[in-house]
């Protein structure tokens, strides 16, 4: 009797065992892989370049041959940097594609160009990325973001460099030194955008600082850009700025005004006649811009000024081609270098504000002159307190 029940046990627990894996099978099968949506190309027409070169970084170390949502990540990496290259319109730009990774089964992890530095070419572009078929060895990022800042060496105008990769089994304190440098070589002409592969918590938190130290730019996910309307929006931050409406009329008709920038002062007595549109102007037409004081030693925006802020946001979003150049500066209390860097970070915090309010970061240039240009005594705390300040300085 007890072998017969034993028997019976051991037929009931195969049956349960068949039947939990028949039921992984399934639940696996039932997991769709990770897909990008087909591409929509933005018309050259509707846009204009707002960069002049662009280097991508693409991770093709042995983690990216891992999988995620049931795709390899560096199939991830690959379709959204196809659909990327399928969307941006061939405006006139130059452009690079570089990997990172082993090449060789005797060759020691390094990173090589896949395509360029050329003119961009949606063809050329993406025969480069054909070439990455596999992805091994370990993650030399750093040393990739250094070649990069070689291969900017001649270039001219705004950079946008783009970092792809699942930022895993890698030393984070080398690429952040190397996106620190070629911070440092091309200042503000250079912007740094990351796209994570996957979702892993350290990767997510390293490509966000590389994106911080460029300070304008972007973190973002293969996730949230594969989407055809995510990725057009992506495509539009990096590379694209919308182009001027040209309004063809049968007639024009000539108005003789003597406003000429319409600010309600008249030309005979405006000092400033070329006013922004919508600013606040006083009765010599000037539109004048308080300054952003800051407490000692401190670089954060105190909310007394935001309603200045405000305004010169208002103004930058009606009037697209206003640039704006932010001076920051300093009392005289500590060294000249010190007060000079100091002065470079609270122009960057009013930039900051300005560009997390969506105003494009190329259009607000920063310095720091330290405790140069005093705009009061120093010998009181009243006189310091005016000297720690950011000015603005808007070009017509």
Known sequence: MMMRKNRFLMVALAVAAAFMLTSCAANQADVAPWTMAVPMQLSADDYNPKINNFVVILDASSSMGGKYQGKRK???????????????????????????????????????????????????FQDGLDTVTKASGNSPMGAAIDAAMDDLSASEGNIALLVVSDALKLDSVIPLAAAARIKEAYGDRLCIYTILVGNAAS???????????????????????????????????????????????????????????GD????????????????????????????ILFDFDRTQIKAEFAPVLDEVYDVMAQNPALEMILNGYTDNIGSKAYNENLSKRRANSVKKYLTGKGIDGMRMPTNGYGFSDPVAPNDTEAGRALNRRVEFKHIP
């Open 74 to 124: 560096i199939d991830i990496a690959k379709d959204v940097l196809s659909a990327m290259n399928l969307t941006l319109p061939e405006v006139e730009m130059d452009g690079a594609l570089r990997i990172f990774g082993q090449f060789g089964a005797l060759q020691k992890a390094t990173s090589k160009l896949a395509y360029g530095p050329a003119v961009y070419s949606t063809a050329a």
């Open 264 to 291: 309600g002062v008249p030309n005979e007595v405006d000092d400033c006649p070329k006013t922004p549109a919508g600013a606040p102007v006083n009765d010599r037409g000037c539109w004048v811009i308080e300054n």
């Open 203 to 261: 990767g997510k938190a390293l490509l966000g600082k590389i994106a911080d130290i460029g300070e304008c730019g972007a973190a973002v996910t293969a996730d949230e850009i594969s989407s055809t309307d995510g990725m057009a929006e992506f495509v539009k931050a990096v590379f694209l700025t919308p182009a001027p409406v040209v309004v063809v009329e049968e007639e024009v008709i000539v108005i003789e005004t003597n406003d000429t920038d």
